[in-house]
């Protein structure tokens, strides 16, 4: 095999079979010969100047691969297309998303959709030699694209390969551009619903375990709080794979904490990631702050040995 071939072949088996024109000149084939490769259908346009050679099949990568060299300089892939390369949704459906520099504007193609905008070298990311959003942006964007599967694939990912903070942060360097109120209302939305979601894990951690004593949605001084221990006053707080974005919640568990110790109740806060990464480090905890506090009374006492707080 000549140089010329071997440059060729590189190119191709780096980009699923995917080649643009510049590339093969760049080799060394001429202009000439590119287009006798086209006539004789070696070589299948996809988009101008970039080719898919014939002996590949057009997968979901070379659909992928063909729409960045096409879009060019500063293109990255974007939306659900991001997310598939990813590896955040199983499938590629719908058009390739990209994302150009908005002093550029390329018209969208068939199959390929184009938006322009500046993305900030944060949320910039190179994926198997592919430049790509970075996860936190292309968790968002792809919430927001999802439509009423949105929130569903928001909350798994938040559970997973994701902060919130660093979504949130995503968000923050990206408002006011297309979408961005819609993000912010998933956002709030996620977290929302996952402190309740982190209370039912925690429920189901200690119904496994078979502890005794506890309550859920147990007043004390004028709060509920969602797991307690009323005789050892101890008090399971809850936070979710997401926390409030609004200030004022922020301010509205600081003041829970502070009501709850004025009480003379023990706070605990029961995290999502714990409960599902060291089971066995929450049932710990808990122990040892109800057998710390447990008053002495009539009834089953909470002591410190666990056998006298789980039932057997």
């Known amino acids: 095999m000549d140089s010329l071939s071997r440059t060729l072949a590189t190119h191709l088996r780096r980009q699923a079979g995917v080649i643009t024109r510049d590339q093969a000149r760049a080799a060394g084939l001429a202009a000439d010969a590119i287009d006798r490769r086209l006539a004789a259908r070696q070589w299948v346009p996809l988009h101008p100047r970039v080719y898919l050679d014939g002996s590949h099949r057009l997968t979901d990568e070379a659909r992928v691969r063909a729409a960045l060299l096409w879009a060019g300089e500063g293109a990255v892939l974007s939306g659900p297309a991001a997310a598939w390369w990813h590896g955040l949704v199983p ?20 199959g390929v959709t184009v938006r322009r905008r500046d993305v900030a070298d944060a949320d910039r990311a ?13 968790v968002l964007e792809t919430a927001v694209e999802l439509g009423p599967a949105g929130a569903g694939f928001l909350d798994r990912s938040l559970r997973g390969p994701v902060g919130f903070d660093a979504v949130a942060r995503a968000h923050a360097r990206n408002q006011g551009s297309a979408g961005s109120a ?14 309740p979601a982190t209370a039912a894990l925690l429920v189901g951690l200690l119904r496994e375990a078979r502890l005794i004593g506890w309550r859920t949605a147990h007043p004390v001084a004028g709060v509920v709080v969602p797991v307690a221990f009323p005789r050892a006053r101890v008090a399971l707080e809850v936070e979710g794979w997401a926390r409030a974005l609004r200030p004022e919640e922020v301010r509205r568990e600081r003041w829970r ?11 605990l806060r029961a995290r999502w990631h714990t409960l599902t990464a060291d089971r066995a480090a929450v049932l710990r905890e808990i122990g040892r702050a109800v057998a710390g506090a447990a008053p002495s009374g009539p009834g089953r006492a909470l002591g410190a040995d666990p056998a006298a707080w789980i039932t057997v």
């Open 126 to 138: 190179m994926c198997r030699g592919v430049p790509v959003t970075a996860v936190p942006l292309t």
């Open 257 to 267: 904490a502070h009501v709850l110790g004025r009480a003379g109740w023990t706070v």
């Open 182 to 195: 819609g993000a912010a209302a998933l956002l709030d939305a996620a977290a929302r619903r996952s402190a």
């Open 91 to 110: 499938a590629l459906a719908g058009p390739v998303a990209v994302t150009v520099p908005r002093r550029r504007g390329p018209r969208p193609r068939p």
